[in-house]
């Protein structure tokens, strides 16, 4: 049974699965970003904690855009009375693709200045 006394419109609780995913995501970056502060002083010296206060702001962003859009498609899927609904766009799963690629870049080019200088 759901808040409202309906029964429960998804089964498989898929939207919950998602939240999940995207919390797992958040964790993930945060991990990049304290292993960017452990490898980066050596490259970057003081620096490497730009990059680093980046990625676990970033984390937090992805976290909070996550439980917001959990509780939008939620609030969406109890609320609705048929089995067709519009749910949030793709902007999170963008700015996340668009955070990771460029994180990945930034480290490419780390590493090729790194091996460039030896």
């Given at each position: 049974m759901t808040d409202s006394g309906r029964q429960v419109f998804d089964p498989g609780l898929q939207p919950e699965r998602?939240?999940?995913?995207?919390?797992?995501?958040?964790?993930a970056i945060t991990v990049a970003a304290l292993v960017a502060v452990r490898i980066l002083p050596e490259v970057l010296g003081p620096w490497a904690i730009v990059p680093a206060g980046l990625g676990l702001a970033a984390a937090v962003a992805v976290l909070i855009a996550a439980h917001r859009r959990h509780q939008a498609v939620h609030r969406?899927?109890?609320?609705?009375?048929?089995?067709?609904?519009?749910?949030?766009s793709g902007a999170l799963p963008f700015a996340v693709t668009v955070l990771v690629t460029g994180g990945g870049i930034a480290a490419a080019i780390v590493v090729l200045m790194t091996h460039l200088e030896q």
């Amino acid at each position: 049974m759901t808040d409202s006394g309906r029964q429960v419109f998804d089964p498989g609780l898929q939207p919950e699965r998602t939240a999940l995913a995207w919390r797992r995501t958040g964790l993930a970056i945060t991990v990049a970003a304290l292993v960017a502060v452990r490898i980066l002083p050596e490259v970057l010296g003081p620096w490497a904690i730009v990059p680093a206060g980046l990625g676990l702001a970033a984390a937090v962003a992805v976290l909070i855009a996550a439980h917001r859009r959990h509780q939008a498609v939620h609030r969406t899927l109890i609320d609705a009375d048929t089995d067709r609904v519009s749910l949030p766009s793709g902007a999170l799963p963008f700015a996340v693709t668009v955070l990771v690629t460029g994180g990945g870049i930034a480290a490419a080019i780390v590493v090729l200045m790194t091996h460039l200088e030896q």
